[in-house]
């Protein structure tokens, strides 16, 4: 039988079930646990540290993004969102030990500069891979897995909160997306060939992939 969708890509999509399943757990809880547990914390401080990382995301990207485009082969593209990935999941852990309101600014600076390792890599993989003549409907299926995971996940966080607490929810945060960075470990040996196309089905290279969210 035809195989749909092709192994580089279904494990992608696995990965990111798994990591941004696991952002719903706690992601929505972000500003109740950072003004009921931080000293001196208030709603400011949540949308401070929220700019904080997105102004640092979007300007480490690009030298990154420069620099895997620059390299031949998809070796280099692998580590950084390998090792994006990995870190991304561990540095909430630090929240567990956060008192302090300039800790929060650290953590999400942290966040977003393995998210600009992560991000922009992960694209680039997921669309030279993507099969041919069905770019829209895998990224959709990618667009509908991860929102059916953050979505359930925000629900079970709520519920995990209210009744156990934020520790609970921050470690099962972790420890899913964890996970997910590993699941990419399934596909390094075809992604790092030499950066040759292992699926005839995939697309010539496109460097100018954008992620779904």
């Not at 079970?156 to 209210?162: E, N, V």
């Amino acid at each position: 039988m035809k195989e749909v969708i092709n192994k580089i890509v279904r494990v992608m999509i696995y990965s990111d079930f798994l990591m941004i399943g696991a952002e719903g757990f706690f992601t929505p809880m972000f500003p109740i646990f950072v003004t009921k547990n931080i000293q001196g914390a208030t709603l400011e401080t949540v949308g401070f540290s929220i700019t904080l990382y997105w102004i640092i995301k979007s300007l480490v990207q690009l030298p990154i993004a420069k620099y895997v485009d620059k390299h031949p082969g998809e070796k280099d593209d692998f580590f950084f969102m390998f090792v994006g990935s990995v870190l991304f999941a561990l540095t909430p852990l630090l929240l567990l030990g956060a008192s302090q309101v300039w800790h929060i600014y650290v953590i999400q600076a942290l966040l977003g500069v393995w998210a600009a390792c992560l991000f922009p890599t992960y694209a680039a993989i997921f669309t030279r891979h993507i099969d041919k003549h069905r770019e829209g409907f895998e990224w959709s299926l990618h667009s509908l897995a991860v929102g059916v995971a953050y979505g359930s996940a925000a629900g079970i966080g709520g519920w995990l909160a209210q009744h156990f607490g934020f520790m609970p929810i921050i470690l099962l945060y972790s420890l899913i997306m964890v996970s997910g960075a590993l699941v990419l470990l399934i596909v390094r040996a075809e992604i790092c060939a030499d950066g040759k196309e292992h699926n005839p089905k995939a697309r010539e290279p496109d460097r100018n992939g954008r992620r779904v969210t």
